[in-house]
Each structure stands twice: as structure tokens, then as C-alpha cells.
């Protein structure tokens, strides 16, 4: 990527406090089509100081992949729909990536209906 250009993809990170809220906020992300893909850790012990005390808890992280323009929807929606007060919303530029993976992206985040179900 030339030195001058913007990264058209970004990874997103956020964490939840339990497994059913991460799964709940990733199927949101999904069907709105703000994301292509969100991978959930298990769970990560964090340390942090919240309202002037060193607190400790468990959480589950979320890897968002996403195209760059999508970013302040994606944002604003995490902010609206996560149980946290002050959620971990961190958005990394990516710097490239496998040309059919980043293809997939946009297909998937430029599809206009909901993903058709399928029997399994």
C-alpha cells in the first residue's frame, strides 16, 4: 500500500462481559451487515481501573473485520447495544491483507439482504 493511502479495512476490537452478550452483539453486527466476520475469544482475564479502583473480571473479546467507511456506523451501534457503560471500542487499521479475504469483506458488507437460512 503506498504511503500516502488510506486502509480501506479495519479489524475492530470491543469485549463483553459473558459469552451471550458477545454472541448477541456479533449477531447484530452481522445481520446489519456493519461486519463480514467477528471472532470471539474465550475468556480473557482483564485488569483496569474503573471509578478509582483497580477491578479484575473475565471477558470475552471480539475481533470485528470491516471496511474503513463502515467505522462510525459500527461504532455508534456498539456504543448503543453494549451492557457496558464505557465499552472497549478500538478500531486498527488494517495495512492489507489476502486479496480474496478483503473481497469477501466487501461482498459480504455490501450485501443488502438478510443471509438466506440453511439446513444443516
Request: with cysteine; proline share 7%.
Amino acid at each position: 500500500m503506498p504511503a500516502d493511502a488510506k486502509p480501506q479495512y479495519w479489524i475492530v476490537l470491543t469485549t463483553c462481559p459473558s459469552k451471550g452478550s458477545a454472541n448477541k452483539l456479533a449477531a447484530l453486527l452481522l445481520k446489519a451487515r456493519l461486519c463480514a466476520c467477528v471472532q470471539i475469544s474465550s475468556k480473557i482475564r482483564s485488569h483496569y481501573w474503573w471509578k478509582g479502583r483497580l477491578e479484575k473480571a473475565q471477558e470475552y473479546q471480539l475481533w470485528i473485520k470491516t471496511r474503513a467507511d463502515l467505522w462510525p456506523k459500527l461504532q455508534k451501534t456498539i456504543s448503543q447495544h453494549h451492557p457496558f457503560d464505557v465499552p472497549e471500542i478500538i478500531g486498527i487499521p488494517m495495512g492489507g491483507g489476502n486479496a480474496a479475504y478483503l473481497n469477501w469483506i466487501d461482498r459480504e458488507t455490501l450485501a443488502k439482504s438478510p443471509l438466506k437460512k440453511r439446513k444443516i
